[in-house]
């Protein structure tokens, strides 16, 4: 049986339990799938008490998917190569007496992004998330500036790229000329750069799905942006989860069109 649940600060408005729940009713598999508040100050302490027990694995929200990367030498994680060098991983996979952690949101972001122009492209932030959308489009994009709101983490951003041109500028940088737009703040971090906005992006991502819509997702949905939005985000990634989790051979193309109107039937 699968036993699994999502941890993070704050968890209360994950809808990461109502997904892998119907995933696993659709695919006919026994499983319990939960949410835990979850801080850095504990982490250690859970996931050591967590190998004791019958887990299956966990997805990580933030501020956790970074947090994992400071347990590593303790816990004996094994990390896969491009969540290490992103230092981004949102996925832990119980593996015998230790843990195996990867990047699903890479992966999500890869199939979402697959189909979209993204020669020039601006990521809005720097966390994890942002270094998952980095991790995903080194290579795709002939070059991906980052908007930030301090400059710490453009060393580390700098370092995941191999293949395409990484540059950072400040949150008041403008908008236009990009094909592809990533907001991946906070809810309101993003909210005075709606006048930024003057004419039509051509592909817009707001990685947010509470609140929805975020101001700069409705003025980019006004202005005729093809966009895509947290839910297909939150669903895409966690399809690798379940893949992982149940062992399965899983067919994204059934279980998606499920899993997105669960995750918009939530939508407030």
């Known amino acids: 049986m699968i036993k699994a649940a999502v941890l993070g600060s704050p968890i209360t408005h994950s809808l990461s339990p109502a997904l892998h729940k119907r995933a696993y009713e659709l695919l006919g598999v026994p499983a ?6 979850l801080t850095p100050d504990r982490a250690l302490d859970f996931f050591k008490g967590a190998l004791e027990e019958d887990w299956t694995g966990f997805s990580l929200t933030m501020p956790l998917k970074e947090t994992i990367f400071d347990l590593r030498e303790s816990l004996e994680i094994e990390i ?4 290490l060098r992103m230092r981004s991983a949102n996925t832990l996979l119980k593996i015998g007496s230790s843990y195996r952690a990867s990047s699903t949101d890479r992966t999500g972001f890869q199939r979402l992004l697959s189909s979209v122009q993204k020669d020039r492209v601006a990521v809005i932030g720097g966390g994890g998330t942002a270094r998952a959308a980095l991790g995903a489009l080194d290579g795709e994009a002939h070059s991906i500036d980052f908007l930030l709101r301090n400059f710490s983490r ?31 703040v906070p809810a309101g971090a993003s909210d005075f750069m709606v ?60 279980l998606r069109p499920e899993l997105l109107a669960v995750g918009r039937s939530h939508l407030r």
């Open 32 to 37: 319990s799938y939960g949410s835990i508040e």
């Open 80 to 83: 896969e190569p491009i969540a």
């Open 154 to 184: 453009s060393e580390t951003l700098a370092r995941i790229a191999s293949s395409s041109s990484v540059n950072f500028y400040g949150m008041d940088h403008s908008l236009e000329g990009y094909d592809l737009v990533i907001s991946t």
């Open 195 to 254: 006048d930024s906005i003057a004419s039509t992006i051509p592909t817009f991502f707001e990685v947010l799905y509470n609140p929805y819509p975020t101001k700069l997702l409705a003025k980019a949905i006004s202005m005729g942006s093809h966009v895509l939005d947290g839910i297909d985000l939150l669903v895409e990634q966690a399809l690798d989860q379940i893949s992982l989790f149940s062992g399965l051979t899983v067919e994204f193309d059934f």
